[in-house]
Every structure is written in C-alpha cells, then in structure tokens.
C-alpha cells in the first residue's frame, strides 16, 4: 500500500483531499499541518486509523520535513496561506509558507528522490478581461497580482526549476476556485452562506463583476489523483470544470437558496488589485488523462454547501465573530 504525505491537509480542500483518498483507494495518508488559524482537525474526524496519522507541523521545519518526506512515497503539497485579503494586510507569512516551505520540502523530495505533486493556482496567470475569447492554458505566461498569487507563482518556478536542474520528480497543477465543504468562513461562498444564517446581509466587493470559475473540491481531488497516477513528470495540469460565474450572481443563487429577497445584501470597498475574471481550459488533463469533472450542477452543489454549513455549525462558529471582526476593520 502506497503511503501519501499531504501537507496542509488540515485546510479545506487538503481535508477534503484526505477524505477523498481514503474513501475512493486503498492509500495510506499521513497529514503534516501547522494547524494556523485556517487549519482544523474537527475536518479530519471519522477517518479509519488504520490508515490515517496526523502530524502537527510547520513545512518551513526542515529536520522534520526530511524525516517525514524520507517515509512516504508520494507528497501532496497543499500547505499555504492561501487568502487574498490577508495577503494584502500581512504578506510576511505567505513569503514563509508558501516560498520558504515549498523549497524545504522540495529541497527533501529531491533528496529521497521522492515523487511530489504540487498544488497551485490559476491566479498565477493574472486576471483576463471579461469578454476575453482565451482562457487559460499551460503556455499562458505567469502574471500574477497579489502577495498571496505571487508567491504561489514563486512556488510553482521553484519546483519547476528543481525538475529541470536537479530532476525532481514532480508535477504541478493549477485549480480554479474551489467551493464545499470545510471552507473557511473568510471565503465568499462561506462568508455569505454563514452571514445570511446569522441575520447578516452578504457583503458583495464592488458591483461583483468579478468572475470566478467554480469547480467542487471532490472534482480538484479526483484530479490530483489522476495526476499523481498518470501524470507526466514535469509536467503542469490545469485543473477546471467550466464554472464560470460573477460574484453577484453566485450572492443572488444563495440568497434564493436561503429564501432571502434577490437584493439582500450590500456593497462593500473593493479588494485592491481585484483580479476581473479567471478562466480555465483544462483540455490538457482531460484530453490526455481522461479526466472528467462530476460535480458539474452548481446550483446543485451550492444547496449542498449550504445545507452542509446549516447542518456543521459547531465546525465554523468558533471562527465566524472574529473573521467578521477583521473584515469591518477593512470596510468590508
Ligand atoms: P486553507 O487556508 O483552507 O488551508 C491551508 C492549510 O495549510 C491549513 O490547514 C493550514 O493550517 C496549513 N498550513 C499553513 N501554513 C502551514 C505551514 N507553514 N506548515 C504546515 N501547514 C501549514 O487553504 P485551501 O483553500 O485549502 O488551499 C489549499 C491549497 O490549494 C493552497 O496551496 C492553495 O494555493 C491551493 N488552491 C486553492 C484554491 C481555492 O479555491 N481555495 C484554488 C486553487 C488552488
Ligand atoms: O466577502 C467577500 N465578498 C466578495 O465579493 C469575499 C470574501 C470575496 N468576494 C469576492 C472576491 C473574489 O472576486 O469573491 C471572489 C472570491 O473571493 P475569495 O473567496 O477570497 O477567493 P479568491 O480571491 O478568488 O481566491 C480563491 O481562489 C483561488 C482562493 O482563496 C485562493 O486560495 C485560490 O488560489
């Protein structure tokens, strides 16, 4: 039975990453997480001991990362501050994660001579215009906006130079934005979903003409599993699922789904630097790795979202009074 090292599997789309694996093969997972404020072992529960083991620690900690990474056969590298706003506010601690811990654990990868995956973003390609034809593609030059998706850009040229300079055996794949279960309140979808629950009205950035292409975590999951059984060394994926939809309308589908007037909710400061709209072309996994999404049904899965954060409130409460507390700080 192969062993899997997924860091940051503590987090939304690593938990559900892990919950994933264990349910649909026979791996074994262990889970190397900091437990920083977006971390949360109550999104580990239930899973068979047999199989799983949790670490708590920080990726930038290389004595343990060799340890860990000399053990396992494969790492996913979730591990990141990953939330645009905090970036803005506070960048130091995603130059730590995200460049100095993706090097670390590059750095024991290339040592063992252990196979790794990367997980990235599409932000890394900057922001297309609205009626932009092109999406993005693997070729599409690296561009990115904001401290958060520049250093993940940084992380993904890290692990594409240890490739070709030291023939790290690695690939790398690029999602669009992810929506399910176990996201942190400080993301819109949640942060929505939660507010409308508390008597709060949404808070929309600007007129919400941004685009964003939503795909479901489960989706992202069964991709990295494709990649990481199939996957070319060396090679990037992108990973979407035809989502594409402006935040005013993904606030509207919500308000509907929580029987709330369409106009209910207010306008707040934009997000500076706000990247307009993101889109992905994900022919290269599905053309040459037979991938396919399934959870194609947005409408679908946003009721699901919703009534999974109506069913898990003791999950997001202890986190909702002070995430909402920064927020106002900011005017939004
Ligand atoms: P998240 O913030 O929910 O989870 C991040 C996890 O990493 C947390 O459990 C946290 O405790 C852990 N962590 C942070 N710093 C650490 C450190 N120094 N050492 C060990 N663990 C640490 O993030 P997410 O939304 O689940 O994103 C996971 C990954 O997927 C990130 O790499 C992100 O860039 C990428 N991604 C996210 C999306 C999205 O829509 N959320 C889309 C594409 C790619
Ligand atoms: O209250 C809000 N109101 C609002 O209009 C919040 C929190 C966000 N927004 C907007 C900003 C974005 O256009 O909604 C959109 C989505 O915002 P986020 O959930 O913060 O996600 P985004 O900035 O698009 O980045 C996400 O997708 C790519 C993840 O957080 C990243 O980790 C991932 O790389």
Not at 73 to 86: K, M, P, Q, R, T
Not at 161 to 185: D, E, I, K, M
Not at 228 to 233: L, P
Request: glycine share 8%.
């Amino acid at each position: 039975m192969q062993n899997l090292l997924v860091t940051g599997g503590a987090g939304f789309i690593g938990s559900n990453f892990v919950h994933y694996a264990l349910e649909n093969t026979n791996l074994s997972v262990t889970v190397l997480d900091k437990l920083t404020y977006a971390g949360n072992l109550e999104s580990l529960r239930g899973l068979p001991e047999d199989r799983f083991t949790f670490v708590q620690g920080d990726i930038c900690d290389a004595e343990l990362v060799d340890r860990l990474v000399g053990e396992t056969d494969v790492v996913v590298h979730y591990a990141a501050e990953s939330h645009n706003d905090n970036s803005l506010h506070d960048p130091r601690p995603f130059l730590d994660t995200n460049i100095i811990g993706t090097y670390t654990l590059i750095e024991a990868a290339r040592k063992h001579g252990t196979r790794f995956h990367h997980i990235s973003t599409d932000e890394v390609y900057g922001d297309l215009e609205l009626d932009d034809p092109e999406r993005f593609t693997e070729q599409t030059p690296y561009n990115p906006s904001s401290p958060y998706s520049s250093t993940k850009a940084g992380s993904d040229l890290l692990v594409r130079a240890w490739v070709r300079s030291f023939g790290l055996q690695a690939t790398l794949s690029n999602c669009s934005n992810n929506y399910g279960p176990y996201q942190h309140v400080e993301k819109f979808i949640p942060r929505q979903i939660t507010n409308v629950i508390d008597g709060v009205r949404p808070k929309l950035y600007g007129a919400g003409e941004n685009v964003r292409d939503w795909i479901h975590a489960n989706d992202h999951s069964s991709a990295v599993l494709r990649i990481i059984e199939k996957g070319e060394i060396g090679q990037t994926y992108l990973i979407g699922a035809d989502g594409e939809k402006n935040n005013k309308e993904v606030i509207e589908l919500i308000l509907k789904h929580m029987g709330q007037p369409a106009d209910a909710y207010d306008q707040v400061i934009d997000r500076p630097g706000h990247d307009l709209r993101y889109a992905i072309d994900s022919t290269r996994l599905r053309t040459e790795l037979g991938w396919e999404p399934k959870f194609s049904n947005f409408d679908q899965g946003i009721e699901d979202t919703i009534r999974w954060y109506r069913d898990n409130e003791a999950w997001w409460r202890p986190q909702k009074a002070q995430t909402e507390a920064k927020y106002k700080v900011q005017g939004q």
